[in-house]
Structures are given as C-alpha cells and as structure tokens.
C-alpha cells in the first residue's frame, strides 16, 4: 500500500547548544557576555505599538542602509536576514545548484551538512590536517560552490585574506561564501575581496560581536549581481524575513561603534588570560581568533569535564562527533568573573 510517509522530505535537523532555564555560566554557544549598546534599548522602546500593526519594510531598507554605510559599500551589496543562519541558508538555496559537489572542511560549522542534505545539494567534506588548518590544494578543481568560515569553528582557527583570495581566484565557476560569524575577534575579513571579485559572499553576524544573538540578524556582502540573485530567492521564500523591532536595533547597534569596539576588545582582552590559564591546566588548543577556545587536556576525558562542570552549573560545549575532536570542549568567552570561576572549578576537576 502507497504511504505518505514515502513522499516526506526527511532530514537529521541540526541541533543547537542547550539553552538552560536556570541561571548557569553559560559557555556553550559563543553568546556574547555583555549586553548589546544601550542605544539598543532606546530603539527598541521607541517602536510604537501601532507600528507594530503594519508589515515591517520587505526591502529592510534602514538596515541595510546602516550596514552598507558602515562597511562603506552601495545598498545593492547588502542583503539581511533572521540570523546568518538563514543568510547560509538562502546562499546554499541560490549559489549552490550545481551537480558538482559544494565543498567544506571535516570539521566546521555542523549546519553546512544539515542544509546541503535539506536542499539535496551534493557536497563533499575536506579533512583538515592535524593542527585544524584547511589545507588549501584540497579547494583546487572545479566544484559547485565552497563555503568555509574564517575563523572556523569550532576550532578557532583563522586563515589570511590572501588564502582565500587563491580560492576564490580559482574558482570562477562557483560562489565561494566566508562565513565570518566571529572574524570581529581578531581576524581579517575578506569583505574587501567582495569588490574585486563578483563571485564571493561574506556572511557575517549581530549574534556574537553584536551581543545580540536574540534579536537575530545576520547579513551578506557581495556583489550587485550576487546580492540581486538572492534577494530573489528569498523574496521568493519569505518577504517578511526582518521585524519592526529587530529594523531598529539593529540599526542602534551599528550607530554605537565605541561601545562594540570597547567591548569587542573586553572579550579578547578575557579570551587571552583564559588561554594562559588553560595552558597551565594542562588543555591545549589551536590558537583562537574568536570568542571560543577549543580545548584538550593532556589527559583528563573531555566528556568527563564536561559533566562535573555541568554539575557546577557551567556549561560549556561538546561534540561527539567527528572521533577526532571528541577530546576537545568549546569554551565561549564570558566575563572576567564568569571565567575567574569556570578556572576555579576546572582545576579542581583536573588536578
Ligand atoms: N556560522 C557559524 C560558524 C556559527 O558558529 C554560527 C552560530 N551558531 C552561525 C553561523 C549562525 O549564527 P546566527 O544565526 O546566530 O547569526
């Protein structure tokens, strides 16, 4: 007998760091410890309740205009979305519709899988080498896109403008997007390359160096061209994809440069004396140019940590899979008194 079920499209979702309901140092999903500018506030009380009864503006103007001034680029080269999570989404949608598979590192961000299965996007993974850096000649040979962060996560591991500038030389033939969800903790971005070449994407986010993963705002810089094939999927998918509130604050957000540089710099500032202190534990760890540090101690299990400091109310995140990272923890950055206190109950657990 025919069953409904046969004709159901089945995936694996994605699963996303738990998000306690007790108060816990919660080091588990590379939030941003600090609140976002006050400016943040203001603007969101100052939407009226009877702006809430219209649609919000399909084309997000006000933000995109806010985003395009910041990096210095026309409108036409700024697209928005609920999160980078769904920017990712509606590249893969758009860019990714070759029979040639999309290629990404072994061990990165655990979403490329989910929406190259969800899109039936064919997709081949590239193993890094023992130290988590991207071996480069893997990226040479015709393909149907590529999609890398930088830094990756979740090791923390960052390549230079002008590694990603041989890739995407290299491929005429596909979009390359950047995924650069943490690159404002330290690293450089490859937004620039956007105007010398018509084929790459930078993705970015309000999520982490924003502090304001709960608003959810992510956007994309390319191309008029890139930005236009886009924009048309998505207003083929959602017109509505940006709320009237989420419009304004995010706009306050890049109003307030000093406040997001000051504490940009409070979150590298804590992420140095944590690896200091990691390293005298015994953990070590690629360097990070994010607000994560990957981590592996000489010999206490990974899991086992994991657990007695979930025990102490502090989270922090584990992925069992691939086998090779499955002695690592990811470490968000918090405050200076949150890691005071994870450190303390750490070395308890190790020693
Ligand atoms: N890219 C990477 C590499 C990430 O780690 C995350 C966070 N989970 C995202 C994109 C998505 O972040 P958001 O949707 O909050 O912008």
Redesign the pocket.
């Known amino acids: 007998m025919k069953n409904w079920k046969d004709n159901v499209r089945k995936v694996v979702p994605y699963t996303p760091g738990e998000q306690p309901k007790a108060k816990v140092i919660k080091l588990n999903t ?1 939030e941003n410890p600090y609140p976002p500018s006050p400016l943040v506030g203001n603007a969101i009380s100052g939407v009226t309740l009877d702006s809430l009864r219209k649609y919000p503006d399909p084309a997000c103007d006000i933000l995109i205009s806010a985003i395009a001034k910041y990096h210095g680029f026309d409108k036409e080269n700024v697209f928005v979305g609920v ?3 769904d920017v ?1 989404a509606m590249g893969f949608l758009t860019f990714f519709n070759s029979n040639e598979p999309v290629l990404f590192p072994d061990i990165t ?1 655990s979403f490329y899988d989910v929406w190259a299965e969800l899109f039936r996007i064919p997709y081949v993974v590239k193993p890094l080498d023992d130290d988590f850096k991207i071996i480069a000649s893997d990226y040479e040979g015709s393909c149907g896109g590529i999609v890398i ?1 930088n830094p990756n ?1 979740p090791t923390g591991v960052a390549e230079p403008v002008s590694f990603f500038e041989e890739i995407i030389k290299a491929h005429p033939e596909c979009v390359v997007i950047i ?1 650069e ?1 943490y690159v404002d903790f330290g690293y450089q971005s490859c937004i620039e390359l956007t105007r010398k070449y018509d084929n790459v994407l930078v993705v970015r ?1 309000f ?1 982490k160096s924003r502090a304001m ?1 709960g608003n959810r705002i ?1 956007y994309a810089v390319g191309s008029k061209e890139l930005i236009k094939y886009l924009s048309d999927c998505k207003f083929s998918f959602n017109s509505y994809t940006m709320d009237t509130i989420t419009l304004a604050a995010g706009v306050a957000s890049i109003e307030d440069d000093e406040y997001f540089k000051a504490r940009v710099q409070d979150v590298i500032a804590t992420r140095e004396w944590t690896k200091g202190q990691l390293s005298e534990l015994g953990f070590s760890f690629p360097d990070s140019k994010s607000n994560f540090i990957f981590a592996k101690h000489e010999s206490v299990d990974a899991v086992h940590i994991f657990e007695e400091l979930k025990k102490r109310g502090i989270y922090v995140r584990h992925f069992s899979k691939p086998e090779r990272i499955a002695d690592y923890l990811r470490i968000s950055i918090g405050t200076d008194e949150e890691m005071r206190t994870f450190i303390a109950e750490l070395s308890k657990i190790v020693k």
């Open positions: 590379n999160g980078s999570d990712l961000y962060p996560a995924d969800a986010t999520s993963a992510g």
